[in-house]
């Protein structure tokens, strides 16, 4: 293990390209919520940029102290528990195992998005080509850590310069050379809706405002995956997660502000329907019209007569878009391993597979993913609406966890120059819980209606099963808690045969039972029709075997009820003694032949596993069935006797 921990430089593509890649969405959508009121309210557009900038700087600093105080990879979720108790933690890790389905549900439909913008073909299926990319991305993580952090690193980072690039060229393009053009969606008119159609004013404004902010803070969306995640920096694993952290916090503040800048400058347009929302120059009807995001629209514009740098900034954001999902499949694996040590969930997710990945986690993350992807169609516009909620619970949450973790700590600290640096980190905390607080309370104002409140049905629902899961484990740990009663051993095991037809499968569960030297042993058979019932006391007969042969009749041709009426009965007559069933069955070679055959001895042992002092005993006979084996048993025993040996031993 100590062998895949990732240094810096791949830790940041591994972990940080979540935040990193929401610029490609979160711009558009704080420019899409304006379009509701028209393109005056683009005005606001820069303003509300910079509110989310502030956001992200202040949720940077905050869990750059969390990285340092907690080491484990628990996150915010191990920072709830250990200050604030179990109910506050368990809120945490159900907002966060939301909206990790979420992440990779938004990233990868976004960028199927981009991929029908740069190429034509791929219009009309963004749903299948995000399914292919979510399990593209399992793959890649269930062959570890080590490959998929070095896979990514590359286009990660072919992304993050490519960016800079076409910004710090159309920034220096309009301030120091001949100006930008303007975008092709800049002379299409926007239809504001009727609440704005006297002007962008009013309370209907400020919420509108309000709602734009929350929806541009899907830019914070993935921070927590670097708290997650520090188990797989190299030591010194604190100081290199908060490096990491700033230098995140850094690209993705200069890159988002830079494209809402650019955005403005060459006056594009996006808006939620376009159909309905957009008019052409003189008021036409759009017909066929696709709409490119501001990071297409801008390239655009910037790369007009280098028409490879067009190409290079859509295809490299539509990879990091999927790459950015593999935050998520870093952070949801290791939470549902930590959550299932601690007993919330199941035993399955803290199992590490061949290749040192948390399999399960991966594979169900997989799969919820892509369901909301179905479900959703693979809009990003719908999907970004139940988006956010999670993250800033659990910001709120931690920060909360975090103020009390230095509180405590200064409690007992006397060495002034280390209470200083407590004393910092908890005013860090303390801003960045009144700065997450805030905002927490927007979005769930601005967004319940438009999707938040699914969000907080699957994190209720989370909530209740994780309890529900722990609760379980406590009372079978309770119950299997050996004490001095377990050493009484039973006064009595009687045991019962199962026997429907008198073959070599029933024979050795005879000869089984008998070797067990019980203290009563008889053979039952349920009777169903009286011609078999007779044929085989018969045999039973002829053979003159050493037990009795019991016959319950069943007028009904239930085969399952009277074995387990009359091993209860067994048991009833004897409490301080034990019934053994004897189940004689015979095993296919291949797992299709399981179909041509009934499954009564199945049935018949999940009916008697739930019966009190009753012991089920399987007792396999394994079949030939492959076609060689049959081959060679045909030789051996069915030839006519006579045949001379050959050289091989047989006959």
Not at 107 to 114: C, E, G, L, M, T
Not at 174 to 202: I, T, W
Not at 329 to 355: C, E, T
Not at 485 to 511: C, E, F, G, W
């Amino acid at each position: 293990m100590g062998e895949t921990l990732l240094p810096k430089r791949i830790a940041l593509p591994v972990f940080a390209s979540d935040p990193l890649s929401s610029v490609a969405y979160s711009p558009d959508e704080i420019f899409l919520t304006l379009a509701l009121a028209g393109v005056t309210a683009y005005t606001f557009s820069w303003k509300i940029a910079i509110v989310v900038g502030f956001v992200m700087l202040a949720v940077v600093l905050s869990y750059r102290q969390n990285v340092q105080a907690y080491q484990s990879g628990g996150g915010d979720f191990e920072v709830a528990g250990a200050n604030l108790g179990a109910k506050p933690a368990l809120t945490v890790a159900s907002a966060l195992l939301v909206d990790y389905v979420l992440t990779v549900a938004v990233s990868i439909s976004s960028a199927a998005q981009y991929l029908a913008t740069t190429v034509d073909v791929a219009r009309g299926h963004e749903v299948t080509i995000a399914i292919v990319a979510v399990v593209f991305l399992a793959a890649m993580n269930l062959r570890g850590v080590r490959e998929s952090g070095t896979a990514f690193a590359i286009p990660t980072y072919i992304f993050i310069f490519s960016m800079l690039g076409m910004v710090a060229w159309g920034l220096g393009q309009h301030f120091l050379g001949g100006g930008l053009g303007r975008a092709e969606s800049a002379d299409l008119q926007v239809v504001a809706e009727p609440q704005f159609a006297d002007g962008f004013a009013g309370v209907a404004a400020a919420f509108l405002l309000l709602r734009a902010f929350a929806s541009g803070c899907a830019t914070l969306t993935g921070v927590e995956a670097i708290a997650n995640g520090v188990p797989a920096f190299r030591k010194p694993k604190g100081k290199n997660a908060a490096t990491t952290l700033a230098l995140l916090g850094a690209i993705a503040i200069t890159l988002a502000m830079s494209i809402v800048a650019l955005a403005n400058i060459i006056h594009a347009q996006v808006v939620e329907d376009p159909a309905h929302q957009l008019r052409g120059p003189n008021g036409e009807q759009l017909v066929d019209y696709h709409q490119a995001p501001l990071v297409g629209q801008i390239a655009h514009v910037v790369f007009d007569n280098f028409p490879p740098g067009f190409f290079v900034i859509t295809l490299s954001t539509g990879l990091i878009l999927v790459l950015a999902a593999n935050t998520a499949f870093n952070g949801f694996p290791v939470l549902a391993s930590i959550l299932a040590k601690d007993g919330y969930a199941p035993r399955a997710f803290a199992a590490r597979g061949d290749r040192l990945a948390y399999s399960n986690g991966i594979v169900i993350l997989a799969g919820f993913s892509i369901l909301l992807i179905v479900a959703f169609n693979a809009e990003v516009t719908r999907l970004i609406q139940l988006y956010i909620v999670g993250v800033f619970v659990a910001f709120t949450i931690g920060q909360t966890g975090m103020v009390r973790h230095w509180s405590r700590l200064l409690r007992d600290e006397r060495d002034p120059v280390i209470r200083a640096k407590m004393q910092t980190s908890r005013l860090i905390n303390a801003f960045g819980l009144s700065v997450t607080g805030i905002v927490l309370v927007v979005v769930l104002i601005t967004k319940f209606t438009h999707g938040a409140w699914i969000s907080i049905v699957a994190m209720a629902i989370a909530f209740l099963l994780m309890t529900g899961i722990r609760r379980h484990y406590d009372n079978v740990a309770l119950e299997l808690a050996a004490d001095e009663r377990d050493r009484v051993l039973p006064t009595r095991v009687h045991a019962i045969v199962l026997v429907s037809k008198l073959h070599k499968p029933t024979l050795r569960a005879l000869a089984f039972a008998q070797a067990t030297r019980p203290n009563a042993l008889e053979a039952v058979t349920v009777s169903t029709t009286d011609s078999d019932t007779a044929d085989l006391l018969k045999q039973w007969d002829e053979r003159n075997l050493p037990m009795p042969l019991k016959v319950l009749h069943s007028p009904y041709r239930e085969l399952i009820r009277p074995v387990v009426e009359y091993a209860s009965a067994i048991r009833d007559a004897n409490p301080r003694g034990v019934v053994a069933v004897y189940i004689p069955e015979y095993v296919v070679g291949r797992w299709w032949e399981q179909f041509l055959h009934n499954q009564t001895a199945l049935r018949l042992k999940g009916r008697l596993l739930f019966t009190p002092g009753v012991m089920v005993i399987s007792v396999p006979y394994q079949l030939a069935s492959g076609k060689e084996r049959a081959e060679e048993l045909r030789e051996e025993y069915w030839l006519a006797p006579g045949l001379r040996r050959g050289s091989d031993g047989r006959r």
